[in-house]
């Protein structure tokens, strides 16, 4: 079982790393032609790099466009960001303070994120314009997202399992050395689960984490008047026509 988890974590970190880096790279490389900022837009470069901060952090476009959607997705990215912060103390040794002060919160964090996914989930079924723009992947990605969650909570509720030795694994992968890993089932299948997750994050609609620094319409500023907007092909084509 050691082996097993060491090799596929391995080879799931470097799909991960590689895949989520080749995606960042292309899009970084295709050109936005036109200037199509969502308005109303920031006048200014800072303006739209403080808009897509908002964005990111608060998910302003969603808030003023569906505010039930809005609080579901709240729920289930605040709950995960608690709950990966909790998780950073399988990788440090000595333990960071900030991690050590919101352990106690991390149940919570996991309560949460079981919560909006259960919800973004139940309105992808019972609404019927989602339903019917929803394909597989859609319904994939949240069920496995909840297994994960599920898994994660059976093993603080239900059957505990070695944290010691568990961290004591991770951190030994890190310094490529295999340490044992409880043979423990909810265990095996949470960490199946987070493996999965990180194979198909790079190929999946997940992506649109690292994407949303991409967009055009929440990235670019609203000043067409003041500064002329040449995608660098246009710009090419320019230079050898003079």
């Known amino acids: ?11 799931a970190f470097a799909v991960l790393v590689v895949g989520v880096g080749l995606k960042i790279a292309q899009y970084a490389r295709v050109p936005a032609p036109l200037k199509i900022p969502t308005t109303p837009a920031p006048l200014t470069r800072s303006g739209a790099a403080f808009r897509v901060g ?33 998780h950073l103390r399988y990788f440090q040794d000595p333990v960071w303070l900030p991690v050590t002060l919101l352990q106690p919160f991390g ?22 314009r989602i339903a019917y723009i929803s394909g597989p992947s859609d319904y ?18 239900v059957a505990h399992t070695d944290i010691i030795a568990v961290k004591a694994f991770f951190i030994g992968l ?23 997750l990180m ?11 690292p994407g949303i620094f991409f967009s055009p319409t929440r990235n670019q ?6 500064r002329r907007h040449l995608a660098p092909w246009a710009a090419d084509l320019e230079r050898e026509r003079t």
């Open 54 to 86: 908002r964005e990111v952090a608060l998910f302003e476009s969603l808030f003023k466009a569906n505010k039930p959607l809005w609080i579901f997705a709240m729920v289930f990215h605040l709950g995960l960001a608690l709950v990966l912060i909790r």
């Open 1 to 11: 079982m050691t082996t097993f988890f060491a090799v596929l974590y391995y080879a």
């Open 140 to 157: 994939a990605m949240l069920v496995l997202l909840l297994a994960i969650g599920a898994s994660g909570m059976m093993m603080k509720m």
């Open 174 to 196: 890190m310094v490529f050395e295999l340490r044992p890993l409880p043979a423990d089932p909810i265990l095996g299948l949470h960490l199946l689960l987070v493996a999965a």
């Open 221 to 226: 500023a609203d000043d067409p008047r003041e």
């Open 107 to 128: 149940i919570y964090g996991g309560m949460a994120m079981i919560a909006g996914l259960a919800a973004l989930l139940v309105r992808r079924i019972i609404v019927a």
């Open 199 to 209: 194979l198909v994050f790079p190929f999946s609609k997940l992506l649109h984490a």
